[in-house]
């Protein structure tokens, strides 16, 4: 079973509800069947690189809330993060373009260390002091500490071009999948999950989803076609 989940780096909840998903993942009985894969999303695609700034002000601009409302939010985010064992800065933190990683989120996929290196984004934005926006060796930095090798990682963010359309393939496709927020999880392309849901419900859609896989139909005879199995090849026949 496939569970694609769409995130940005730079979405408090996406951090949270990867945590609240794994904890469903790790009690389910089939988890070594689950292929995780993570799709990319960005929640603010015009903004250019460099652009970074603190988080309160952003919120304050983009949802007109007041200060003393966008530091309440950024509260109660580090109070639902530290109930999943998440650190969480709730003061401090800037916000900037999300691109560069996403792109070497798809190398990391490549190299079979996508997990890892999103876990070690998610960390450092939301739980480090030291930005993630402001200077690409520290994006190095934690992609090496992912198992990537540092030179390919410089490689990829010095060609703008490397894996820019596999991100903008993939937010295509949430477009298409109706997904207008993240995180958005797909089970088996049957079933889609709009935000950090308890795991409870995790669970009970990896349970349903597992449940409704669809038995393998035979197009041909099982005895009619030659084939190998773990008693040896049948021997063709004159």
């Not at 349903?208 to 090849?233: F, H, I, M, V, Y």
Request: charged residues 30%.
């Amino acid at each position: 079973m496939r569970v694609e989940i769409w995130s940005d780096i730079a979405c408090p909840w996406c951090y949270v509800g990867k945590a609240r998903f794994e904890k469903a993942l790790a009690a389910f009985p089939h988890r070594d069947a689950v292929e995780v894969v993570h799709r990319s999303f960005e929640l603010d695609p015009g903004r250019a690189k460099g652009d970074s700034g603190p988080v309160i002000p952003m919120l304050m601009r983009k949802y007109g809330m007041t200060e003393e409302q966008a530091r309440e939010g950024e509260r109660r985010l580090g109070e639902n993060a530290a109930a999943e064992g998440l650190a969480y800065l709730t003061e401090g933190r800037d916000h900037g373009n999300t691109f560069d990683m996403h792109r070497l989120l798809h190398l990391a996929k490549e190299r079979g260390r996508q997990d890892e290196l999103i876990g070690l984004l998610y960390r450092a934005n939301f739980a480090e002091e030291r930005s993630v926006f402001a200077d690409d060796e520290r994006v190095v930095e934690l992609a090496v500490e992912a198992g990537l090798d540092g030179d390919e990682v410089r490689a990829v963010l010095a060609d703008a071009e490397k894996y820019a359309d596999d991100v903008r393939a993939d937010e295509r496709e949430a477009a298409e999948l109706g997904a207008n927020g993240v995180p958005f999880f797909v089970l088996d392309r049957k079933y889609g999950i709009s935000g950090a849901q308890p795991a409870e419900v995790f669970t009970q859609a990896l349970e349903q989803a597992w449940g409704s896989r669809s038995p393998l139909t035979a197009l041909a005879d099982a005895d009619g076609g030659e084939a190998c199995g773990p008693d040896g090849c049948a021997v063709p026949q004159g």
